[in-house]
């Protein structure tokens, strides 16, 4: 038994984590996908999304869609960043259906964390690709 959890079933040894290509990432663009996932998975929104700070601190946040305010999940952990006294970003992860980060998405990032890559992931965290500053 490993840490509260069951041992694997011999049977699935060789399977992937559920994480995918997430494995493969640094542990800090890791855990940004994992709150991303689980930002999403607990609200049932759309999409979700992290972002990390200079300082090593995270912010996650979901898709907002009320009748007076709606922002994607990205600008809403960047909003959260701000308001919370962020000066820069790391790095950025979207978790979606989709394969690309729209426009305003990227222009959000882009105006706390120039250099910062954006992680596309799919909902099982499997990474669909990164986008890169410039």
């Not at 930002?39 to 929104?45: I, V």
């Not at 992290?50 to 999940?73: E, F, I, N």
């Not at 690309?100 to 120039?114: E, F, Y």
Request: with cysteine.
């Amino acid at each position: 038994m490993r840490r509260g959890r069951p041992d694997p079933r011999p049977g699935d040894r060789g399977r992937r984590s559920r994480l995918g290509t997430v494995s493969e990432l640094s542990a800090e663009d890791s855990k940004i996908i994992t709150l991303a996932r689980s930002t999403r998975a607990r609200t049932g929104a759309a999409e979700g999304a992290a972002v990390r700070d200079d300082t090593g601190r995270t912010y996650a946040a979901c898709t907002v869609d009320l009748p007076s305010l709606k922002l994607s999940a990205l600008q809403a952990a960047v909003a959260m960043a701000v308001s919370s006294g962020a000066d820069d970003l790391e790095a950025a992860a979207l978790v979606t259906a989709d394969d690309t980060v729209r426009d305003a998405d990227l222009a959000a990032v882009r105006d706390l964390g120039a250099k910062a890559p954006v992680l596309i992931a799919a909902f099982d965290g499997t990474l669909r690709g990164t986008v890169q500053p410039g």
